[in-house]
């Protein structure tokens, strides 16, 4: 086990999907292909989820539109060209978030947003994977119950 996994408390994967350029490309091979149980979100008809239990095996599956994963990391709709676009997002529910947050920043990885509470009251810090997957680490409420 690596060092970093020792230092933060991952209890559960808490949502996970693909980051898509065009709604209606995804929900073409999402929705019409594959047949999964998506929806538009209330309010946002551009990011297609699922129910909570629809699809077994995540907690939270979406279909988040780039543009929107660039608003929730740097306040702008557009990417910043010098980071690689990403293909898909996870989040990963932990413990202690302040504490996570914490260990992140002093072993020095690049944090796009810091213990932020969202609009919805989940609480997030976001940064890049190497491999480009946009990984939140939450504490998600309403997931703890």
Known sequence: MSQL????????????GPISRSTETS???????????L?????????LVTEEGALSGAKHFAVWP?????????????WPD???IPQGWIEYEVRDLDA???????????????NRTEPWGQRVT???SPEGLITGLTFTPWLRQ
Not at 27 to 37: R, V
Not at 101 to 109: E, I, P, R, Y
Request: proline share 5%; with cysteine; glycine share 8%.
């Open 39 to 47: 929806k538009p979100m209330e309010g946002n008809s551009d990011y």
């Open 82 to 84: 010098e980071l690689p």
């Open 27 to 37: 929900a073409a091979f999402y929705l019409q292909a594959l047949g999964l149980p």
């Open 5 to 16: 996994l020792a230092e933060i408390e991952v209890m559960f994967i808490a949502g996970f």
């Open 66 to 78: 780039l543009a929107q994963a660039a608003t929730s990391c740097f306040g702008t709709e557009q």
């Open 100 to 114: 996570a947050t914490q260990v992140l920043a002093d072993k020095g990885f690049r944090l796009l947003v810091a």
């Open 126 to 128: 976001r940064l890049l």
